[in-house]
C-alpha cells in the first residue's frame, strides 16, 4: 500500500515515523516544501502535489494545519487525485461533510491521532463518514492500526474523544514536568527524576489497562489508610487539580 502525507510537521512526522517502523508492507510518500525532510525521515520527499500523486498513492492522510485542509484537499483533485484513493484528515475541527464537499468522488474520513503514534503507542480516534464502503474502511483501518489503539465514535463524539486522546499527552507532559520539578526541588537529579516520572506514568497506564478496576479503585489500593498517599491526595483537591483537569479538556473540546 502507498501512503503519501501532506504537511510534515509534528503530526505528520509522527505519522510517517509509525507508518515506517510498523511491520505492514507500506511505502510512504511526504508532501513538504523542506527536502530536508527525506533525510530525517527516510522516506522520498515531494514538493509539488502533482509529482506526489503521479506515485499513485492508495491513501492521503492531511496533516496540515485544520485551516488549510479544506483547501489542500481541493486542491489534490485539481492536481489529478484519483477518485479511488482515500483520503483521511487528520485536523481536529474539520467534519466528513468538510472533506466530501472538496473531494465529492473520494472516500473520506476524519481521524484524530495523538503524538505516540511515532512509536505505534498512539491513540487515535475515528469517526466514518457514512458513506464509506467496507473494503475502504478496512484499508483505514489497516493504515490507522498499525500507529496503535484505535476507537471508533460517532461523529458528534469526535470533538471529545479527540481531545481526550489527542490533546491529553500534552497535559499529561505537564503534570511530568511539574513532578519532575518537585522532586528536584527536594534534591533529586533532574535525569534521574525524569527517569522515575516516566517510568511511574508508563507502569500506572500499563496496569489500568490490564486491570478491570476504576481509576478510583486503582487509586484506593495506593492510599494506605493513614498513609502518605492520601495526604497528598487530598492536597491535589485542596490546590483545584481536578476541576484543573475538567477545565483543561473542556477548554481544548471547544464550545459545544
Ligand atoms: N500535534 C498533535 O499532537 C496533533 C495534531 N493534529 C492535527 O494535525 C494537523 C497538524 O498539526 P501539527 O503537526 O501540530 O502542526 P505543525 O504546524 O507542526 O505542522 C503543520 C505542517 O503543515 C505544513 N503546511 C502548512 N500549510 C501547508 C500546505 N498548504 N500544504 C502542505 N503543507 C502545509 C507546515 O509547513 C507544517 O510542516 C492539524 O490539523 C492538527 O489539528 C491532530 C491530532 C494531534
Ligand atoms: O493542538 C491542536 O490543535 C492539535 C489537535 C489535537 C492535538 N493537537
Same mark, same amino acid.
Given at each position: 500500500m502507498k501512503i503519501g502525507v501532506f504537511g510534515l510537521g509534528h503530526m $505528520?512526522?509522527?505519522?510517517? +515515523?509509525?507508518?515506517?517502523?510498523?511491520? +505492514? =508492507?507500506?511505502?510512504v510518500l511526504g508532501y513538504s516544501s523542506n527536502a530536508a525532510k527525506a533525510d530525517e525521515l527516510q522516506v522520498p520527499i515531494y514538493s509539488r502535489y502533482e509529482d506526489l500523486l503521479a506515485q499513485g498513492p492508495d491513501v492521503v492522510i492531511?496533516?496540515?494545519p485544520a485551516k488549510y485542509v479544506v483547501a489542500v484537499l481541493a486542491d489534490l483533485v485539481q492536481?489529478?487525485?484519483?477518485?479511488?484513493?482515500v483520503v483521511l484528515s487528520a485536523a481536529a475541527s474539520v467534519t466528513n461533510a468538510d472533506l466530501r464537499r472538496a473531494a465529492p468522488k473520494n472516500p473520506v474520513t476524519t481521524f484524530i491521532p495523538n503524538i505516540p503514534v511515532a512509536i505505534n503507542a498512539g491513540t487515535t480516534a475515528l469517526s466514518y463518514n457514512d458513506s464509506i +464502503?467496507? =473494503?475502504?474502511?478496512?484499508?483505514i483501518r489497516t493504515v490507522l492500526d498499525t500507529l496503535g489503539d484505535v476507537v471508533v465514535v460517532k461523529e458528534d463524539q469526535l470533538a471529545i474523544a479527540g481531545t481526550v486522546g489527542g490533546c491529553s499527552p500534552a497535559f499529561i507532559d505537564v503534570l511530568m514536568d511539574a513532578?519532575?520539578? =518537585?522532586?528536584?526541588?527536594?534534591?533529586m537529579d533532574r535525569q534521574t527524576a525524569a527517569a522515575v516520572v516516566a517510568s511511574v506514568v508508563s507502569g500506572t497506564a500499563k496496569l489500568a489497562q490490564t486491570s478491570d478496576k476504576s481509576f478510583g479503585d486503582l487509586k484506593g489500593q495506593i492510599t494506605s489508610?493513614? $498513609?502518605t498517599t492520601i495526604k497528598g491526595v487530598?492536597?491535589?483537591?485542596?490546590?483545584?487539580?481536578r476541576a484543573a483537569v475538567h477545565a483543561a479538556i473542556l477548554a481544548a473540546a471547544g464550545d459545544e
Open positions: $505528520g512526522t509522527a505519522i510517517v +515515523q509509525g507508518l515506517t517502523r510498523s511491520e +505492514q =508492507a507500506v511505502e492531511l496533516t496540515v492536481a489529478g487525485l484519483d477518485s479511488k484513493v +464502503q467496507e =473494503a475502504d474502511q478496512r484499508v513532578m519532575e520539578d =518537585a522532586a528536584v526541588s527536594r534534591g489508610p493513614g $498513609g487530598l492536597a491535589l483537591d485542596q490546590h483545584g487539580f
